[in-house]
């Protein structure tokens, strides 16, 4: 590290009970100034430090979200990540992924379609690119380096920072995690797919029934 001072850096993290709850939390970061970032750092995890930066992932988001606004609707980016974070915490722990796997996963699933008109399309959307996808193919971003120029680590399945190429967010994947977490895409894309059947024929109970196998039963009563 080039240079060692740690900082407290303040965060709202959109990791609440339900995707309308916000969780002030502060997040330490041991600075390096190895990059000309703001508050570029180390940043402990579970049991290892990522070399980022929480501002320009906080930019990744707000660049994303104020893209979506100009589709016509209620569909905003930040909010489909939150919804991604409310799935993510339904998985079994070993499947459990951390915040930024859920926001990077669901922007290369809008990278180029963008969001719909509705959140059900659009999570739909999502779903259906990472079923297509099942992570055969490296997620990389352009933002803060050229993708086509980075050098690919060799782990079996490749997400990486968007703003760090060195750290690949999922390195510590292995063939029975990637099966059984695409097993989970696979179930909540068909859920989806139902509850907007159902939606269509005006069975509301059987839509309900469907969301809640993707979100849980706290979706149920956020309904109510």
């Known amino acids: 590290m080039c240079e060692e001072k740690l900082l407290l850096y303040p965060l709202i993290l959109f990791g609440g009970a339900t995707p309308n709850e916000y969780n002030p939390n502060v ?17 402990p995890r579970q049991d290892e430090l990522r070399l980022t930066s929480i501002t320009a992932h906080i930019h990744f988001i707000h660049k994303r979200t104020a893209r979506s606004k100009l589709v016509q609707g209620p569909v905003k980016f930040n909010h489909l990540v939150r919804l991604m974070k409310w799935w993510n915490r339904q998985l079994p722990e070993e499947l459990k992924q951390c915040s930024y796997f859920c926001e990077l996963i669901t922007a290369a699933a809008l990278e180029k379609s963008g969001v719909t008109t509705t959140r059900q399309s659009s999570l739909c959307t999502i779903f259906a690119f990472l079923d297509r996808h099942a992570f055969a193919h490296p997620i990389i971003f352009n933002d803060y380096y050229d993708a086509a120029s980075v050098k690919r680590p060799d782990d079996l399945v490749v997400v990486l920072d968007a703003v760090n190429a060195k750290n690949n967010v999922a390195h510590k994947w292995n063939k029975h995690i990637k099966q059984e977490y695409l097993k989970y895409v696979q179930q909540a894309y068909e859920a989806i797919r139902h509850a907007q059947h159902y939606e269509k024929m005006g069975r509301e109970d059987a839509t309900l029934d469907a969301w809640c196998e993707v979100f849980g039963n706290d979706f149920r009563q956020l309904s109510q």
């Open 27 to 43: 997040v330490p970061i041991i600075r390096d100034s190895s990059q000309k970032r703001k508050n570029y750092g180390w940043i």
